[in-house]
């Protein structure tokens, strides 16, 4: 993807593969894929040409997540080299750890500002929004949202038009609304729980507190017994990442491919 993006001319990711194209190739497939590389990296450490196959794609990565234009693909990036950071110092491969580290920061760092110079970027993070160009006030709440970039004054305005949504009536609270809001206005929370508090009520809320709640009873459990596994504690921090990050600022877990993707993931978690 990213050799196509650079053939083609563009800096942002391309979705066009010539073979095939990708579908949400900007917001939901990069989570995903870096999510990916980060489990890979650490289950083929130690394991010959396979991990010299993961540090020729590590540069790539760098890049790819600059191209991502997301914030969330640069978060994870950073909690999967963290984590990777750790694992590679307790088995004594500092050298190894500084070398991996630099040899995907310094490619994003030289891809960024190539990023950073596309309109696209700078609408993103602008701090002109026209959904809220009628929204004025001398409220002190206001000026601070107004402050905010671009991206999270949308999510400011969704988030309190879902949020107020969901406490109409004691019946909508429990069981959501009958019919949708207007798509053109408001196409998303861009928050999965809050999308689905509002869709379908508190109701439908209960089987992921009760997944959430037994994830971290037998993480918690698998750690006291001294049991977690390099693979499973980047399993655990990707699965995390979906759960509380990603799926709070994005409806992930309602897509096709990235929700089958986290979800299959979450039970490879409970099933180790």
């Known amino acids: ?53 993961v540090l020729f794609l590590t540069p790539w990565m760098g890049v790819y997540a600059a191209a991502s234009l997301s914030i969330l693909v640069i978060i994870l990036a950073v909690v999967g080299i963290f984590i990777a950071q750790i694992i590679l110092i307790k088995k004594n491969k500092k050298g190894l750890a500084l070398f991996l580290i630099l040899l995907q920061i310094i490619p994003f760092m030289l891809y960024l500002p190539l990023v950073q110079s596309t309109s696209t970027y700078s609408q993103k993070f602008s701090q002109e929004h026209e959904i809220l160009k009628d929204i004025k006030g001398e409220k002190s709440e206001e000026k601070i949202i107004e402050a905010l970039p671009n991206n999270i004054q949308a999510r400011y305005y969704y988030w ?14 429990l069981f959501g609304h009958q019919s ?93």
């Open 1 to 53: 993807e990213v050799v196509a993006t650079i053939i083609q001319g563009d800096v942002l990711l391309s979705p066009y593969l010539y073979v095939f194209s990708l579908f949400q190739h900007l917001q939901y497939l990069p989570v995903i894929y870096v999510a990916f590389y980060f489990l890979v990296l650490i289950e083929f450490f130690e394991k010959g040409h396979l991990w010299n196959w």
């Open 160 to 173: 309190s038009f879902y949020g107020k949504g969901i406490f109409e009536s004691p019946k909508i609270f």
């Open 180 to 272: 949708r809001p207007d798509r053109n206005k408001y196409p998303s929370a861009h928050n999965y729980y809050l999308d689905l508090l509002y869709n379908f009520g508190a109701l439908s809320i209960f089987p992921f507190i009760y997944l959430i709640g037994l994830t971290i009873r037998k993480s918690w459990k698998c750690f006291k017994a001294g049991l977690l596994t390099p693979s499973m504690l980047m399993l655990i921090a990707m699965v995390g990442f979906f759960v509380f990050a990603d799926n709070s600022f994005k409806v992930s877990f309602r897509q096709p491919y990235p929700g089958m993707t986290m979800f299959f993931l979450w039970g490879v978690l409970l099933t180790r």
